[in-house]
């Protein structure tokens, strides 16, 4: 089980760092889009209500650029009528999403565009002008910014749930660096073949050696299915 301090927030790295709950809705073979990127939508009515009620439970909601870039989502919450704006973060490491796209909206706890040194000071100033918080982070090997000095910055800002969207490689990498606290996999009765994967990067070298997670009984969401499960310390 994942270690909870009094505030819910675990401890990873001695860095205190935001709870992650990822969430995908995918095919039955495990596609979050076609190979053209439609993703709109996979899953019904039921799942992304429930969809909406978990990004009311998040302080923030992390998506890739290439979502962004795809889809234009809002990343509002709606529920019973009403809509809520939580924080949203775009990890985009060079600056190339639109500052005016829907995720970069002032609205409520606004916005953060993730990047790294590589991202041109112009580009950078476009987004500033926009009301939108520009966080430079160190760059990975390949010179994406890294996740393990996110997540503390982000829980520096008082984010104590992040929930992460997506798309594939974001998944991909929160997973390969074993970031991932709580999983939401709603999967909708559709095979899509090729396509996306809902969680791209290096994955587990052996079944052995995959993240195991504790699941609870799936419950059904029309015609979907949602797999939640949270995630069991290695032994
Ligand atoms: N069904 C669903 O639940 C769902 C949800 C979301 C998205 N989608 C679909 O997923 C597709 C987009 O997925 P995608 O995999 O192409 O893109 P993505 O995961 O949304 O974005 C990936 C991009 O994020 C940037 N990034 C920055 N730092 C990163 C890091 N540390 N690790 C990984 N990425 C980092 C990278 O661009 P830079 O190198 O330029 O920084 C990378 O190319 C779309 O078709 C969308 O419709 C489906």
Same mark, same amino acid.
């Given at each position: ?124 100033? &476009? %987004? ?5 918080? #520009? $966080? ?5 090997? @390949? !010179?994406?910014? /890294? ?64 993240? &195991? %997670? ?5 419950? #059904? $969401? ?5 797999? @939640? !499960?949270?995630? /069991?310390?290695?032994?």
């Amino acid at each position: 089980m994942v270690q909870l301090d009094d505030t819910g927030i675990i401890r990873a790295t001695g860095a205190r760092r935001p709870y992650v709950i990822a969430k995908a809705a995918m095919s039955l073979d495990g596609r979050i889009a076609t190979a053209g990127g439609e993703s709109r939508w996979i899953t019904g009515t039921e799942a992304r209500l429930t969809g909406h009620e978990l990004r009311r439970r998040a302080d923030a909601i992390v998506v890739g650029a290439g979502t962004v870039i795809a889809d234009d989502p809002a990343l509002t919450a709606r529920e019973n009528g009403e809509v809520s704006h939580p924080l949203r973060v775009v990890l985009d490491s060079t600056a190339r999403t639109s500052p005016g796209a829907a995720a970069f909206s002032r609205d409520g706890r606004g916005a953060v565009l993730a990047t790294t040194a590589a991202a041109p000071e112009t580009r950078l100033a &476009r %987004f500033k002008e926009r009301g939108v918080e #520009t $966080l430079v982070l160190p760059a990975d090997a @390949r !010179g994406r910014l /890294r996740l393990d000095e996110l997540l503390p910055a982000l829980h520096a800002r008082g984010v104590a749930t992040a929930l992460v969207e997506g798309g594939g490689e974001t998944l991909g990498a929160f997973h390969d660096a074993d970031l991932i606290d709580e999983i939401w996999l709603f999967l909708a009765p559709i095979v899509i073949g090729g396509g996306r994967a809902a969680i791209h990067g290096a994955g587990a070298a052996t079944l052995a050696d995959a993240q &195991r %997670f504790a699941f609870d009984p799936p419950k #059904t $969401l029309g015609a979907d299915v949602l797999f @939640r !499960g949270v995630r /069991r310390e290695r032994a």
